[in-house]
């Protein structure tokens, strides 16, 4: 039974809709994981100056990362392996191999080169540290300069596996990666401090590494050094991972810009807009990424075979789900803010303060995890559509929305009073100190809204059949359950607290649970009268997900 088990979910899955649940499921697992990693780092450091030099010194390593591992993403290669292996499972080998030898080759020379320029480019992250606290940085940022070499060969077995349709150890590379830190975080940092958790980074790298290979050297198609590299295909996915290499650069500039302004508000403000960002990317990587993932092979295939009907309908049934899904959670974020962030952070060295103004930045962030949500699938079906430098122009378009926002803002914020006054009252968190960092949520959000209402645009321009308008009945659906859902969350919370305290940790939670449990209850006979499609598509697939098999058959069927 044990083999039967472990051969159902390691085979490859052909349905988008279970390979999404599968995907999902572990995501949830990865997050929780790394929402655990977080906590542990808020109780022992707080947000204050060791927590911000640490979240501050993986901007340029990012940046390294989001350039280097556009050679090697799926988003990227997997049209170009899908053609391959149509040919021979000889050539896919070949372009892996290819692909391995001029990342690796090209990542050393230039994380060497970063890593003799560090002090340099650390100014330009970190202007509002002290020289002390910029040395630091320096050191730590030239240590995790490792990480991106090891993520990025993780991410070319990754594609292997969503090649061959199995997604399982794909998922699970996410949680190993957050378990090694959290393995550091346990047994090192009491001795070492900060720098234990930098090597629990690469450590937890390294474990993302091998939980992916096993599989792909099952499949003869682990990557390994070669000297007879494929000149064409490197040329040819060179050229096509340039836009969105830039596309992924000009998105950590922007979250950089970010992470620099905040250095201007206070010590630890950086840490309270990463621990926010951190609690958002949960859902956001739950939902999204789970179900652009899943859709991606399938979507690459049918642009293969010009079969642009099926293609859109793959796309709608992802962007139905992912609306269904991502607005009550939105919804149920913006309610329930400050019992988050209480729960996942609010003990050790993170104090209450540290709490409204993570939670205040966590709700304004919030507002768009719909579109941020679309935009990972919007993306994918683009670079599968082959309309990559397209992308690029529709970021930097953001990145300029983000950057006036955040400069513009807090002018706005220094010289009128009635700004901040506004954004404090919505908000809670009169009186507190630094409250600033709510418009640096605020320019991230408008950033990533700007972004999506871009790529929706060239989605429609460049795929035929697309019609967006077939989403109103879910999007209706989804606002209407949400709205009232979590309208009977905060009464029944505002009720609630005059009973239970919110001074504990379990008083924060049984708060949460009654508010979300009222608030759910309402949500799910919302939509059960509206006769939602994707609640009872939902509860289908989970059923035929664990108890029968023919649920690819009933997904064709309905496309």
Known sequence: ?????????????????????????????????????????????????????????????????????????????????????????????????????????????????????????????????????????????????????????????GTVLQLKKQFIFYALAPVMYNLGIILAVIFFVPAYGIDAVLYGVIFGAVLHLLIQLPQALKNNLAPKFTLGIDWLTIKEVFFVSIPRMLTLFSIQIAQTFLVAKSTFISVGSAAVFTLAFNVQTVPLTLIGLSYSVAAFPLIAEYVEKKEWKTVWGHLFQAMRHIIFWSIPIMCFFIVLRAHIVRALYGSGEFDWTDTRLTAATLAIMSIALTFQTLSLLAMRALYALQSAYSQLWSQLGAMVVTYIVAVYGTTLWVNYSEVQFFFESLFRVEGLPHTRIIIIGLAHALGAITLTVCLLVLLKKHLPYTRFRDLRTVIFQAFAASILGSTVTYGILSFVQQYITLETFWGVIGNAFLGVSGGGLAWFVILYILGSTELQEFMHALKKRFWKEDIVQEELREL
């Open 1 to 157: 039974m044990v083999a039967r088990l472990i051969a159902r979910f390691t085979s490859s899955t052909y349905s988008m809709h279970t390979a999404a649940l599968l995907l999902a499921a572990l995501s949830l697992f990865a997050q929780i994981l790394a929402v655990v990693r977080d906590k542990m780092l808020a109780h022992s450091f707080g947000a204050g100056v060791e927590l911000s030099m640490y979240y501050a010194s993986f901007r340029i390593p990012d940046m390294v990362y989001a350039s280097l591992s556009s050679l090697m993403a799926a988003i990227v290669i997997l049209p170009v392996l899908t053609s391959a292996y149509a040919v021979s499972a000889d050539k896919a080998k070949k372009v892996i191999d290819s692909l391995c030898t001029v990342f690796v080759c090209v990542g050393i020379v230039f994380v060497g080169a970063l890593y003799v320029t560090m002090p340099y480019l650390v100014h330009y992250i970190v202007p509002g540290f002290t020289e002390t606290e910029y040395e630091t940085v320096v050191s730590f940022s030239r240590i995790l300069l490792l990480s991106p070499l090891l993520l990025g060969i993780s991410n070319l077995i």
